[in-house]
Structure formats: C-alpha cells, structure tokens
C-alpha cells in the first residue's frame, strides 16, 4: 500500500527543461524528507538533491547547482523537481527517496524508493 511513483521523464535535447514528480500513497509525505537519487548506466547510483520535511531545507549537488529546484506540495503529498539547462551527462534514471525526518544523503537511511523514472538528454 506504501508507494512513491515518479513520473515526467523522458527524452529532451540539451539544454532543455523537464518538470518530474514523486507522489506518494499510502502514507503522508508532510514527516518526510524527499531525496532525488540518479543511477547513470554503468555508474553508481548517486543522491544529488533533497528536501527536509520540518524546515524545508532543501540541498543539491554541485553537478546540478543552479539548474535543479526541489519543492514540496504537501497538500497534494507530492514533491517536484524542475530541471532546466540540461547536459547529455545528466542522463540516467531518477529516483525518489523518503526518510524520516532530515536529509542524510545516504540510501542506508531510505525508508521508501520509487520505482524510477528514465530522463535522456540527446539531439
């Protein structure tokens, strides 16, 4: 019954923007911090944004620093990620996490995943 599903991946050509969302059911977000968590093929799967659940702090990787905004809608139990100025390095497929209450940046810490969504950047 417990479920995150993201959706809004696809494919876009550099330098383009996607808008993806996690929803969750079963369960409310508002106690939750939400990680966005990227697995490119043959790489490791990496944490590169985040969001706390009481202050709404919100976190980001280098990599993605000014192209990335997270936000929350705990009315609609959903948390967004707009991306903009996407690179072909930044192709790969994206999850998001929930954990109780503050951003670690560590899967140890994952209380739910995603199924995952794929976003190519290509021409």
């Known amino acids: 019954q417990l479920q995150l599903v993201e959706s809004g991946g696809g494919l876009v050509q550099p330098g383009g923007s996607l808008r993806l969302s996690c929803a969750a059911s079963g369960f409310t977000l508002d106690y939750y911090a939400i990680g966005w968590f990227r697995q490119a093929p043959g790489q490791e799967r990496e944490g590169f944004s985040c969001i706390n659940s009481s202050d709404g702090m919100t976190y980001y990787a280098d990599s993605v620093k000014g192209r990335i905004t997270i936000s929350r809608d705990n009315a609609k139990n959903t948390v967004y990620l707009q991306m903009n100025s996407l690179k072909p390095e930044d192709t790969a497929v994206y999850y998001c996490?929930?954990?109780?209450?503050?951003?670690?940046?560590?899967?140890?810490?994952?209380?739910?995943w995603g199924q995952g969504t794929q976003v190519t950047v290509s021409s």
């Open positions: 996490a929930a954990e109780k209450h503050f951003c670690s940046g560590s899967p140890d810490t994952v209380d739910y």
